[in-house]
């Protein structure tokens, strides 16, 4: 599946809130979400319009490798 190129902070943050993310602070123009889902995982998420899609990937790839599940089914969990 490929990468959405329009997302952004705000909307891949609330879109995270499926899998129990949930911000925990903000300095500047990063939030950093926490999740206890699976074990502690935090990520940090540029609060920009679009993210970059290499920072999108690695992003998502973590996450991903996080719930030991594919970035294609991530994705489409997330509905992005």
């Given amino acids: 599946m490929r990468l959405p ?3 952004d902070g705000p909307r891949l943050v609330k879109a995270l809130s499926v899998l129990g993310y ?3 602070r ?3 123009s990063h939030i950093r979400v926490t999740t206890q889902r699976d074990g502690e995982n935090h990520e940090v998420i540029p609060w920009h319009h ?3 899609v290499g920072t999108l ?3 998502l790839k973590r996450i991903a490798a996080h719930h030991g599940m594919s970035v294609d089914a991530l994705l489409k969990l997330l509905d992005l």
């Fill in 5 to 7: 190129r329009d997302i």
């Fill in 57 to 59: 990937s690695s992003t």
């Fill in 22 to 24: 949930e911000a925990t």
């Fill in 50 to 52: 679009p993210i970059k």
């Fill in 26 to 28: 903000q300095k500047g």
